[in-house]
């Protein structure tokens, strides 16, 4: 039997990124706060610090900073006629545990989509006609989001300058900018801090890319170029280069987390309560089911509680997010034979390859100096901005090099041909450890009617809850516009000297046994239609009105760019919908 606690106005279901964000918008309020996270408390000082911070074993390889498998894992299956087996080890994506969330041991590549990404299903059918998307798949789903750039273009650029975000503008108020992105959305003004300092591997990328025509810029990083002081107040530092960025925390503030942006200040409100060691086990409707009365959850020692809130934010990561629905019976479940219902429909991912670039011995790249964002990279292949009329696909991928770490237990690239283990492939390793540069493709993942997210009807978590089973293979289309983008990125490789190279680009099938990306995306999706949407445009819930799902779960098709920026956007501006509209007149913000 669950104790029942004293009932507060906003429970936010984990403290990551959106989860932080929330409380302390909603904090300053005034409102009484209690953020449940699933993972421990931790802070810069004393637990980033060096040298244990820079644990290849224990954080790359072991994934101390992910989620508990033996707790709680996801299934996995390509396609529904597979029986789906629990992820034992992550590998394709990371979802993070602990204050912070998978924030603390993000990258810090942030970007924002473009203007048609929002409007994709209305822009394509525009661009090539109503029945181009068909043509390119039967099986694709691509929707409108129901929230335009525009409306959200304030909300982005409050999320970078609580960052800091480090970056060339590439297009003010329509003024394409020399040095930055000329694809790029047009953005009110310049980003809070200058680009990082370009690598040497970024400036050979850049060579070969000009002398094709393309258009190079500096990756917008939030590992931050230079100190700064955000607007809550908080001072951030340099990037250092570490090389221990991504699946690693900060020991130098200088990469923007929760502990650096917002939770110092956050902690300190009288009106939060943050309880860690505690698992959401669901959200409590009344007997209508037409709103939410709080959450349940289960501390360190299993014993369990009853949270009742006035308002419920799911702040969980985008797969929790979707789990936390289903088991909650909050929307219909998506249903792939029938077509009808709609959590757990659309879940994206991110189309990820790229190639291996083998140069002469008498260039030295010192792989080791890097941080998780700093690169170069081109747009000429992103999203929609090349013409697809005779391609046959939709979407696109930025390109680019950006070479995260030379750490040594992962990073030892060797020409095909070499072999797997033994004398050869050492001297293999040392002969191209310092002389090789990775091109990245990274790019749109198109929803579809075969891919969705449900109940795993057989396997449970450590607290009896069925786990989120995953069916996911990643559409010819989206495999289509990979390969023809990788041809693309060979002729960089060619351009930037390559003396050898391995041809990359996405294929099938999807494996959860490789790391790829961790921007999951949808299951939970925004729309202007309760029937394929499963939060308004506010990222409210249609069916229970004080219930907001905030995060990538929201987004209908993945586009090229890593989600977080616009994850961040989102949240603010469902945060504003919350404070100026709902908290006057709680109901649904859209008529169903
Ligand atoms: C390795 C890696 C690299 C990345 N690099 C980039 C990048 O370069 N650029 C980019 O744009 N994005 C990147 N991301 C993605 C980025 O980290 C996420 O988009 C962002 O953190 C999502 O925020 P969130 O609030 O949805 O989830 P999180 O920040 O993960 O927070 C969710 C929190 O909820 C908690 N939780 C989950 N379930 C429960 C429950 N039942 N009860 C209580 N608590 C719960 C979790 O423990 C977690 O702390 C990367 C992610 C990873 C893992
Ligand atoms: S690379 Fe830079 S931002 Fe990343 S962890 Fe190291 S010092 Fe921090």
């Known amino acids: 039997m669950a104790d029942v606690l004293q009932s507060v106005d906003v429970v936010t279901i984990g403290v990551g990124l959106t989860g932080t964000m929330a409380a302390l918008e909603l904090g300053k309020l005034g409102l009484k706060i209690v953020g449940i996270e699933s993972g421990a408390p931790r802070e810069t000082v004393p637990d980033f610090q060096s040298p244990a911070i820079h644990d290849e074993l224990r954080f790359s390889i072991r994934k101390a900073m992910m989620q508990d498998n033996v707790k709680q894992t996801v299934t996995f299956r390509n396609s529904s006629d597979q029986t789906a087996l629990p992820i034992r080890r992550w590998q394709s994506f990371l979802p993070g545990t602990g204050l912070g969330g998978s924030f603390v041991h993000w990258n810090g590549q942030t970007y924002r989509y473009q203007v048609a990404d929002f409007i994709y299903k209305t822009h394509l059918a525009e661009r090539y006609g109503a029945n181009f998307v ?16 525009d409306e959200l273009e304030p909300h982005y650029d409050r999320f970078e300058y609580l960052l800091g975000t480090s970056g060339q503008a590439g297009n003010i108020n329509g003024q394409i900018v020399p040095g930055g992105n000329p694809f790029e959305a047009p953005r009110t003004r310049g980003y809070p801090t200058p680009p990082m300092k370009e690598p040497y591997f970024g400036a050979i990328f850049r060579k070969g890319a000009d002398s094709l025509g393309y258009h190079p810029y500096p990756q917008p990083s939030s590992n931050l170029s230079q100190p700064y002081t955000n607007p809550e107040g908080l001072e951030l530092g340099q990037c250092v280069f570490c090389g221990f960025c991504e699946r690693y925390a900060c020991e130098h503030f200088a990469k923007a987390s929760p502990q650096t942006t917002m939770l110092p200040v956050l902690l300190k409100m009288p009106n939060y309560e943050l309880r860690t060691n505690c698992q959401v086990l669901k959200i409590n409707l009344d007997s209508t089911g037409t709103q939410a009365t709080g959450v349940t959850y289960a501390d360190a020692t299993g014993h369990e509680y009853e949270q009742p809130a006035n308002l419920v934010l799911v702040t969980a990561f985008p797969l929790n997010n979707v789990r936390m629905l289903l088991v909650s019976g909050i929307g219909k479940p998506y249903n792939p034979t029938t077509g009808e219902g709609v959590v757990g429909r659309s879940y994206s991912y991110q189309t990820t390859g790229g190639a291996t670039v083998f140069l002469d011995e008498s260039i030295n790249i010192n792989p080791y100096m890097a941080s998780g964002a700093n690169g170069t990279v081109i747009d000429d292949f992103g999203g929609d901005n ?15 090099a950006i070479m995260t770490s030379g750490r040594p237990i992962e990073n030892h690239p060797t020409p095909s041909g070499t072999p797997a283990w033994g004398l050869e492939w050492k001297q293999a390793v040392a002969r191209h450890y310092n002389h090789t540069i990775l091109v990245g493709q ?33 559409p010819e289309n989206d495999i289509r516009m990979s390969q023809y983008i990788a041809d693309k990125v060979v002729q960089i490789g060619q351009a930037m000297g390559g003396t050898s190279i391995i041809r990359g680009g996405t294929t099938r099938p999807y494996t959860t046994t490789v790391y790829q990306t961790t921007h999951n995306a949808g299951g939970a999706i925004m729309g202007a239609d309760p029937n394929t949407s499963v939060v308004n445009r506010y990222l ?30 989102l949240t603010y501006w469902a945060l504003d919908a919350i404070q100026n509209q709902y908290l006057k007149s709680p109901g649904p913000l859209v008529p169903k």
């Not at 039967?138 to 750039?149: A, K, M, N, R």
């Not at 090349?386 to 680019?400: E, K, N, R, S």
Request: some cysteine; charged content about 15%.
């Open 134 to 149: 068909e043509q390119c798949g039967p099986e694709l789903i691509v929707q409108d989001w129901g929230v335009t750039y």
């Open 540 to 569: 409210q819930s249609w069916d229970v009105h004080n219930v907001f799902s905030l995060g990538g779960s929201a987004i209908p098709q993945n586009a090229a760019y890593n989600l977080t920026d616009t994850v961040g956007a």
């Open 442 to 474: 990274y790019g749109t993942s198109t929803s579809s009617r075969l891919n969705y997210l449900d109940l795993d009807p057989t396997y449970k978590d450590a607290w009896g809850m069925p786990l989120l089973r995953m069916t996911f293979d990643f």
């Open 386 to 400: 090349f013409d697809h009329a005779q391609l046959g696909f939709i979407g696109g991928q930025y390109v680019g």
